[in-house]
């Protein structure tokens, strides 16, 4: 395992994997059922941006700084950027919550937060990062495999919910294990939601995972999102990114056109930056 988050902190992924993460949740918190939140691939969960890590990479500039320079920013980026802001109260960038961080903001004391992350250390510092943060019922399973923690933990009590499952794709297995996860997942929460962060560089990959998934039994309505920051480059890595989502949430649904269109123009690193929303299994 040699995937650190903390050199990707910030980036243009995170700012597209984390504002839908948090429009989604205040989607589900405007019924007062409380709801749960698995997060099957933790990080650390806050991330120094001036560490001598983020800065070998230096990715946050073109992710969250662009964000937070942009006084047009409209109003459904505000419940972000305020997460955003509360960690920096001077005014200036310097920290980035990771995924744990962002729904232990917004859950209310009844929700139930699941969070996990398998690297030793990693889980460590979620644990740290994570003490005195309490708002809701919180377990942090660490170091544990998110993809067993899944299997273990599902179905929830609460009718309601969401799974965020954000690997690192380090394992040329990533893919499929994600499908199994999902296979498992409807098997046994079949109301659930459930969000897949994936990397595009690869097209054949992503082609390669959509067929699959399409292909599952009692798939429910699944949606395909992507951003694309620039134009492909098979030598220069990630040129954006997406979400699988099943079960979309119908707030994110009815608002991806604006957030999509806000997101292109604020991330984009060349004129090809682009967006597109489709349905791998129609509602
Ligand atoms: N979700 C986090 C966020 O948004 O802030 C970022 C997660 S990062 C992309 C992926 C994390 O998954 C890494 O911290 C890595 O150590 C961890 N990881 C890798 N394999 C795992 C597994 N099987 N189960 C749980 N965590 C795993």
């Given at each position: ?24 949740i205040d989607y589900y918190k405007q019924k007062d059922k409380p709801i749960c939140v698995l997060d ?244």
């Open positions: 395992m040699n995937y650190r988050h903390i050199y990707h902190a910030g980036n243009f992924a995170d700012v597209f994997k984390h504002l839908l993460l948090v429009m989604a099957t691939h933790g990080g650390i969960g806050l991330y120094d941006l001036t560490s001598e890590q983020a800065g070998k990479t230096n990715e946050y500039p073109e992710g969250i700084g662009r964000l937070w320079n942009d006084a047009d920013a409209p109003a459904f980026v505000k419940p972000y950027l305020d997460i955003v802001e509360g960690l920096n109260e001077q005014g200036e960038l310097k920290s980035y919550p990771g995924s744990p961080w962002v729904v232990q903001q917004l859950l209310r004391a009844n929700d139930r937060h699941i969070v996990s992350e398998l690297h030793i250390e990693d889980a460590e510092a979620l644990k740290a990062n994570l003490e005195g943060q309490q708002t809701s019922r919180l377990e942090v399973l660490a170091p544990f495999d998110g993809y067993e923690v899944l299997k273990a933990k599902m179905p929830p009590n609460e009718k309601r919910g969401l799974v965020l499952i954000d690997p690192p794709f380090e394992s040329v297995n990533e893919f499929d294990d994600i499908v199994a996860a999902i296979q498992q997942g409807i098997k046994r929460w079949a109301a659930g939601s459930f969000a897949v962060w994936f990397p595009l560089k690869d097209d054949a990959k992503v082609a390669d995972f959509y067929g699959q998934l399409s292909e599952l039994e009692g798939l429910p309505k699944t949606l395909a999102i992507e951003l694309m920051v620039k134009e492909p480059d098979p030598s220069a890595g990630l040129y954006g990114c997406g979400y699988v989502w099943v079960n979309p949430p119908y707030g994110i649904q009815q608002q991806l056109p604006d957030v999509m269109n806000y997101l292109q123009r604020v991330l984009a690193q060349d004129e090809s930056a682009h967006s597109r929303t489709f349905w791998l299994v129609e509602e």
